[in-house]
């Protein structure tokens, strides 16, 4: 496993994180600790939860989430000090009007919640899920800030966020002293790169760490998914996922991995294997969060991560995305 700086900070992360969204809602604990065993066995040391995932995401019940911290509690047993760990806050968590968003009030619950669940007194990388626009920046960073002085927190992240909330983000951090984010985490693949256009640039500039997530683009750039057949069964399709159905259907999904998978194969690696190593292959990014629901996944998945794509193949890839209007 190759390690890269979060950003600007002293903190080495690895290059693939493991995403555990599945814990809880896709996957049971012991398959859960069977997938974390696998990851921290190749080297992951960067492990991404969030208070809101767990089996109510699909269902609509609050009262069903938060199980992937509560399963990471368990079976991080003897062993979180060997990892970071990283989970967030925003999205609701019960029908309260304070039971998201980014308010001062909220943060201080739910940070106690996810501390509560993932039994440790502190959380290394405490993202902000999305951008609140209710809630003043002033008032979000300065509960953050006020958690870091605490030691609850060690570096603040955000997630989901546009290049200008980033930057005015940074610039009331710069204004008032207090801690800023070191890290953002967009979603980013070959079929999402919505983010090169204003994130990257900016994020370039001022030296914030990358974390892109679901850079199997959920399991489409595995080639599992074939048009007009139905998904095998205990995949996320066939569970239902949302925001996989909608990539499927509103992005050219199939017309991209029908060219992409000629340029893996000549290489003699999978699609998976691709797509990984295509993010990795740009220094912008610190760690891609790799989601598993067996421990096959992750050393099927990382096996060529070390390798780089030429800048041949990276130039392809980008004319065949600019046809297909993945980018402009
Ligand atoms: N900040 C946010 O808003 C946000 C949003 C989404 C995700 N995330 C984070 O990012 C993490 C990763 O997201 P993701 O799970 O969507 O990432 P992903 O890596 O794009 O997709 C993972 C899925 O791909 C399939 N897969 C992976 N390796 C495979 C292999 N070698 N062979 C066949 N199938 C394989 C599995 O699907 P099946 O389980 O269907 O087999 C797995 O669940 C999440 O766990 C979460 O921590 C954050």
Aim: include cysteine; proline fraction near 3%; aromatic fraction near 6%.
């Amino acid at each position: 496993m190759q390690y890269r700086k979060l950003g600007r900070t002293g903190l080495k992360v690895s290059q693939i994180s493991l995403g555990t969204m599945a814990f809880g809602r896709w996957i049971d604990e012991k398959a859960s600790t069977a997938v974390l065993d696998q990851a921290l066995d190749v080297g992951i040391n960067v492990i991404d939860t969030a208070d809101v995932y767990g089996r109510g995401m699909d269902v609509g019940d609050t009262n069903l989430l938060g199980e992937s911290e509560a399963i990471l509690g368990n079976i991080l047993k003897g062993r979180r000090n060997d990892i970071l760990l990283a989970t967030k806050v925003k999205a609701p968590v019960g029908k309260g009007v304070n039971d998201s968003g980014l308010s001062r009030y909220h943060i201080h619950r739910a940070i106690d919640n996810s501390l509560r669940r993932l039994k440790t007194d502190h959380i290394d990388l405490y993202q902000v899920h999305g951008f609140d626009p209710e809630t003043p920046f002033e008032e979000t960073l300065g509960a953050l800030d006020e958690l870091v002085k605490q030691g609850k927190i060690r570096y603040l992240g955000c997630s989901n966020f546009a290049a200008w909330q980033l930057a005015k983000a940074h610039g009331i951090s710069a204004l008032h002293k207090l801690n800023r984010f070191e890290s953002v985490q967009p979603e980013y693949s070959l079929i999402t790169r919505d983010i090169e256009q204003e994130l990257i640039p900016y994020v370039q500039t001022d030296n914030v760490g990358v974390i892109a997530y679901s850079p199997l683009g959920r399991g489409i750039l595995t080639g599992k998914y074939r048009k007009g057949e139905e998904p095998e069964a205990g995949s996320r399709l066939a569970a239902g996922e949302k925001r996989l159905e909608l990539l499927l259907k509103t992005n050219p999904t199939y017309e991209l991995i029908e060219k992409i998978q000629p340029m893996a194969a000549a290489r003699g690696w999978t699609l998976a294997q691709f797509a990984l190593a295509w993010i990795l292959s740009h220094s912008f990014i610190s760690s891609a969060i790799l989601g598993a629901s067996k421990p096959e996944h992750i050393t099927d998945a990382i096996r060529f991560a070390d390798q780089r794509l030429t800048q041949e193949e990276l130039d392809r890839i980008d004319e065949i995305s600019r046809n297909l209007k993945l980018i402009r």
